[in-house]
């Protein structure tokens, strides 16, 4: 049987108190320590329990755009369907403006 790995997520300081507030909401073990290079990331390792705490650990991460150290991002991302484009309708006929005469038209004996 295949060893369950615990999933890890490689956060910046301000992003901890997020994560950390996930954690304590929903109750999952988390253990946290920092990297060696860069020292200014902090590895986060999340002790899963049961599928359910599983699959909103993965709609949180998704929700506030984090990933998962040591899967490639762009292996699993979804591609943008793009609308089908409908045919403009007709333009509707427009009345054309009564045109307004020049004042030059309007004056007697002028041209």
């Known amino acids: 049987m295949a060893e ?3 999933p890890k ?11 950390v507030d996930f954690c304590l909401d929903e109750s999952v073990e988390f253990s946290v320590k920092q ?25 949180f991460l998704r929700e506030n755009r984090i990933d998962i150290d040591g899967i490639d991002p762009q292996r699993y991302k979804r591609s943008v369907k793009k609308p089908d484009e409908k045919p403009e309708p007709a333009a509707k006929e427009e009345k054309p403006k009564a045109e ?12």
């Open 9 to 19: 997520v490689v956060l910046k300081k301000k992003q901890i108190p997020v994560i």
């Open 100 to 111: 307004k005469p020049s004042s030059i038209e309007g004056l007697p004996g002028l041209l």
């Open 35 to 59: 990297q060696i290079f860069p020292d200014t990331d902090w590895e986060v390792e999340l002790k899963m329990k049961d599928f359910k705490s599983a699959v909103l650990l993965g709609m």
């Open 4 to 6: 369950l790995v615990n």
